[in-house]
Nanobody
Framework: QVQLVESGGGLVQAGGSLRLSCAAS????????MGWFRQAPGKEREFVAA????????YVANSVKGRFTISRDNAKNTVHLQMNSLKPEDTAVYYC????????????????WGQGTQVTVSS
């Protein structure tokens, strides 16, 4: 049974930084592409970032490009999302997920999801 546990969310002022972590178990982590999504109140869950198996290939949404970085530690079965220069519009619940499909930008490519961690950015 796949289990994903996010941590690192919280309240931060605009311009600040947070580092989210997602600890994975119940899967062969080194063979799994991973992604981060977010969902703001009243909005659909949207793609934020993804990382392939070795960590060499990464993808980020245009809205966070240059501010967010995704990384992974295969030895610790953990994926991270470093978020810098945070904006109020980054406020959302952030979820990590396991990608089973090829199209990492597509929510339907992900089969397992964590419970999410709240990120709130005050202006």
């Amino acid at each position: 049974q796949v289990q994903l546990v996010e941590s690192g969310g919280g309240l931060v002022q605009a311009g600040g930084s947070l580092r989210l972590s997602c600890a994975a178990s119940g899967l062969t982590f080194s063979r799994s592409a991973m992604g981060w999504f977010r969902q703001a109140p009243g909005k659909e869950r949207e793609f934020v970032a993804a990382i392939r198996l070795s960590g060499v290939s990464t993808y980020v949404a245009n809205s966070v490009k240059g501010r967010f970085t995704i990384s992974r530690d295969n030895a610790k079965n953990t994926v991270h999302l470093q978020m810098n220069s945070l904006k109020p519009e980054d406020t959302a619940v952030y979820y990590c997920a396991v990608a089973r499909g090829i199209e990492v930008y597509d929510r339907d490519s992900y089969s397992d999801w964590g419970q999410g961690t709240q990120v709130t950015v005050s202006s």
